[in-house]
């Protein structure tokens, strides 16, 4: 059994839509997947909640993708030996913005780390983060999920430092965002460009991912293809960006600066 968990340290940077593209992916693989849903909202269903009725309406049921709530770390224990014993393929875990004791205990437990981010000030942030809290036989990978340019992304990948960096940018259309608001990823019967370019960028994550789990186990190594970022400098969490920005001083404005 493989644990992916998405991690980030701050809010809107694509964990839950990582977690329903690599769900989606996965189930259409034909593996059995447990989503560990460690957010919270102050009333009513999670996000991903609802994402699983959408996904029961469609056929889905509980022994292929199930959705539970983890509030303790007891409780999460409880949910990963409930996971062997179902013979899940696959947990995935979606983390609330701060780094609790819940979170970081997730994090020992898990095969590999994702830390989506779409922007350089939401990667150093995370790569920070992982300084801190990322345990030493777990590889943790960073996660392009919005940038404009090639540029751009030459640059949020530099501010993943430590961590080899994969790519999930959605394109940007309504029609996708109420589709994947629906839930039906892969499912509806007519899709416009948008929604089959979003369908095999999210086979593509889930299949790399697959791929990267499989790995995890024999050794903890990047694939081959994967650059590390080494830290130009330490400190403040954003030493290594501010250093970045120092050096190449017409690289493009930081999102923040706009
Ligand atoms: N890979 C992506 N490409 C483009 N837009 C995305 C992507 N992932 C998320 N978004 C958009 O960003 C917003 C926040 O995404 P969400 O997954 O809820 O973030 P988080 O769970 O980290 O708070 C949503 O409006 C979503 O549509
Ligand atoms: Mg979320």
Not at 66 to 78: G, P
Not at 93 to 113: A, H, Q
Not at 143 to 148: A, D, E, K, S
Not at 194 to 209: D, I, W
């Amino acid at each position: 059994m493989q644990i992916i968990t998405f991690f980030a340290a701050k809010g809107g940077v694509g964990r839950t839509t990582a977690v329903r593209a690599t769900a989606s992916a996965l189930l259409w693989a034909h593996k059995r997947v447990l989503i560990l849903d460690l957010t919270s909202v102050p009333k009513g269903l999670t996000p991903l909640q609802e994402w699983q009725n959408l996904m029961a309406a469609q056929g889905f049921g509980q022994k292929q993708l199930s959705v539970q709530l983890v509030r303790d770390i007891e409780h999460l224990a409880f949910a990963l030996r409930f996971a062997e014993r179902e013979k899940v393929d696959y947990v995935l875990v979606d983390t609330p913005n701060r780094p609790t004791d819940l979170v970081l205990d997730t994090l020992r437990r898990t095969t590999i780390i994702v830390a989506p981010a779409n922007g350089d000030t939401e990667a150093a942030l995370v790569s920070e983060a992982m300084d801190r809290y990322q345990p030493v036989d777990v590889p943790a990978y960073g996660l392009i999920t919005g940038v404009r340019s090639t540029d751009e992304e030459r640059f949020v990948r530099s501010c993943f430092v430590g961590m080899p960096t994969l790519k999930y940018t959605l394109p940007r259309s309504d029609l996708f965002r109420r589709q994947s608001l629906r839930g039906d990823l892969f499912l509806t019967g007519s899709r416009d460009q948008n929604e089959l370019t979003a369908e095999s960028k999210a086979r593509h994550l889930g299949e790399e991912l697959m791929m990267i789990c499989l790995r995890a186990h024999i050794k903890h190594h990047p694939p081959k293809g994967y650059t590390v970022n080494q830290p130009l400098a330490t400190g403040h969490p954003l030493a290594h960006l501010r250093e970045l920005h120092r050096r190449n001083p017409q690289i493009i404005a930081t999102r923040s600066a706009e």
